[in-house]
Nanobody, 114 residues
Framework: QVQLVESGGGLVQPGGSLRLSCAAS???????MAWYRQTPGKQRELVASIMSCGSTNYPDYMEGRFTISRDNDKNTVDLQMNSLKPEDTAVYSC?????????WGQGTQVTLSS
């Protein structure tokens, strides 16, 4: 069992930056880690993912503004978000996956407001 706790969310102005962090209660070195986001009434969508080897994947719609990274020694996964837009407002959640085993964090709210 792996528990994931996200932090770093908050209120930010459009064009600003924010760094989210996901801390795991156990070793995540072999897990595929990812950040997802969800807004009310919409499906949860993938923001970024990172393999155990460090290989990253970003959906085209993220436009290269976000960067995912991991520290397997500290069991953390970060999401650096730049050039934030109002439509980035969402609850951002961390996910760990190993085969069919999946763990989710509770999420952290990111709100864009001028």
């Amino acid at each position: 069992q792996v528990q994931l706790v996200e932090s770093g969310g908050g209120l930010v102005q459009p064009g600003g930056s924010l760094r989210l962090s996901c801390a795991a209660s156990g070793s995540i070195g072999i897990y595929v880690m990812a950040w997802y986001r969800q807004t009310p009434g919409k499906q949860r969508e993938l923001v970024a993912s990172i393999m155990s080897c460090g290989s990253t994947n970003y959906p085209d719609y993220m436009e290269g503004r976000f960067t995912i990274s991991r520290d397997n020694d500290k069991n953390t996964v970060d999401l650096q978000m730049n050039s934030l837009k109002p439509e980035d407002t969402a609850v951002y959640s961390c996910r760990a996956r190993l085969g069919s085993t999946i763990y989710w964090g509770q999420g952290t709210q990111v709100t864009l407001s001028s």
